[in-house]
């Protein structure tokens, strides 16, 4: 089975644009979480979703949103891109919300802005 | 959501047992315990999970305390592609409660 995939693999922006970073969870998986990986530390949490629901927000700007599909995939956008917003996104699906079922990540989205 | 605490960083001889320590001092009842790892430049890598039994599955084993306030992963015999940084999560619920620490930095040295 193929695991979660995300693209594109790579970007780079201009300071100001938006961008959109794009997610497909493992087949069966209704969970999609978002994470922003600066270097050099643990990855921070971003947006969780759950059968097509915000279920939890972590603490960035509103600059940051999301949306999960009928078909479970998940879309990040950010808007108004800044320096610091370059970083590894990372995507990660999950079978359920409880706490006995894992999160399995993708390999990122390594975006670089100038 | 409980806090985790890891040795920043952590050497181990190719071939032998790496024990990979974590205090979670703060988990509730229903909050599992969580390693993932991470090589430079991929995405955490689920390792194993547990609650409040020992578990062991084709990875590694994890070793949870009486008490639940900390837990050992060991990877019992560690080659070069070990080498990673290693992250305990204390969690229930996904989402904010979901938190990544700095990690273990563990170096497997031939």
């Known amino acids: 089975d193929a695991g979660v995939t995300q693209s594109p693999t790579h970007l780079i922006k201009t ?5 959109t970073l794009r997610c497909s969870p493992i087949s069966g998986h209704k969970s999609v979480s978002w994470y922003q990986q600066v270097l050099g530390q643990g990855p ?5 979703y759950y059968e097509k629901e915000e279920r939890g927000r972590g603490n960035f700007p509103d600059r940051f ?7 479970y995939s998940s879309e990040l956008n950010v808007n108004a891109l800044l320096l610091g917003d370059s970083a590894l996104y990372l995507c990660a699906s999950s079978l ?3 706490g006995n079922s894992p ?12 | 959501d409980a806090k985790t605490t890891q040795p920043t960083s952590m050497d181990c001889a190719e071939g032998r047992a790496a024990n990979l320590p974590c205090n979670h001092s703060t988990i509730s009842g229903n909050e599992y315990v969580y ?3 991470q090589i430079h430049s991929q995405g955490p890598q689920y390792i194993i999970h547990g609650l409040k039994n020992n578990e062991t599955n084709e990875m590694a ?3 949870i305390t009486e008490d639940r306030k900390s837990s050992t992963l060991i990877l019992p015999h560690a080659t070069l592609r070990d080498t990673a940084v290693y992250y305990c999560i204390a969690g229930g619920r996904y989402g904010q409660n979901f938190v990544f620490g700095p990690g273990t930095r563990l170096s497997v040295l031939p």
């Not at chain 1, 300071?15 to 961008?19: E, F, I, L, T």
């Open chain 1, 103 to 114: 999160l399995h990540f993708g390999n990122g989205t390594r975006l670089t802005v100038t």
């Open chain 2, 61 to 63: 084993s994890l070793i």
């Open chain 1, 15 to 19: 300071r100001g644009q938006h961008v």
């Open chain 1, 96 to 98: 359920g919300q409880t």
């Open chain 1, 65 to 71: 949103s999301a949306r999960q599909f009928p078909n």
């Open chain 2, 35 to 37: 390693w993932y790892r």
């Open chain 1, 44 to 48: 921070q949490f971003i947006f969780q």
